[in-house]
């Protein structure tokens, strides 16, 4: 069965530094998306960042990235120059269609603080 | 601006009472989508719908039922045998269920359902 894991529960990172949220995911499908989502405070869920099983780059989109390890299964999140929005709930999720007919699969989520 | 438009942001209800979650979105897209997140954990399936009148069973669906009758509109009906329906409910939509390509969700705000 297809899974998704996020071991960080709780992060602290000092605005303007870098940080990396960890995602690996498990699934036996050869064409699958992975996606990162972030959820402040407010409770909505908004899309950061999209990567195709497929895709021989890793996919950037403004100060994220996802760092793309296909052999390891990892699809790790990097902010670059952190910011104080950037405090929220962040969800990798994944969707294929051998075992979840499409759906996404989510993990349990990333709390990030930037402090100040 | 287009977008997912969730109603009520907070509601209470009794044990033993059903309650209906409104969803309404204006962006044209197929498949909707309904969302249960609870503390500490992922969000979890509840319905989905790739068309009018059709929609399916996602992983939690006991104790819910949905209606799809027109395109903007997917209602969430949490009836009284759902066990423990204190939660966190997110609607979303995207242009199509079916593909694991780039398939964005766009989420509502969110509906928090208090049991007394």
């Known amino acids: 069965a297809q899974k998704i894991t996020q071991t960080q529960p709780g992060m602290f990172v000092q605005e303007k530094e870098a940080v990396t949220l960890d995602c690996t995911y498990d699934t036996s499908d050869q064409s699958y998306g992975l996606f990162w989502y972030k959820q402040p405070s407010s409770g909505e869920m908004i899309f950061l960042i999209y990567q195709g099983s497929y895709d021989e780059q890793n996919a950037t989109e403004g100060r994220y990235s996802l760092n793309f390890q296909k052999a390891r299964k990892s699809a790790n999140l990097v902010i670059s120059a952190s910011q104080l929005g950037d405090s929220a709930m962040y969800f990798c999720a994944m969707r294929d269609a051998l075992d979840s007919n499409y759906q996404l699969i989510w993990g349990a989520g990333t709390k990030l603080i930037i402090k100040p | ?98 593909s694991s390509g780039a398939n964005v969700l766009t989420f509502g705000a969110g509906s928090r359902l208090t049991v007394l």
């Open chain 2, 1 to 98: 601006d287009g977008g997912i438009t969730q109603s009520p942001k907070y509601l209470f209800r009794k044990e033993g009472q059903n309650v209906t979650l409104s969803c309404e979105q204006n962006l044209n897209h197929d498949a909707m989508y309904w969302y249960r997140q609870d503390p500490g954990q992922g969000l979890r399936l509840i319905y989905y719908s790739q068309i009018v009148n059709d929609f399916q069973k996602g992983d939690i669906a006991e104790g819910y039922s949905v209606s799809r009758e027109k395109k903007e509109s997917f209602p969430l009906t949490v009836t009284s045998a759902q066990k423990n329906p204190t939660a966190f409910y997110l609607c979303a939509s995207s242009i199509d269920s079916r």
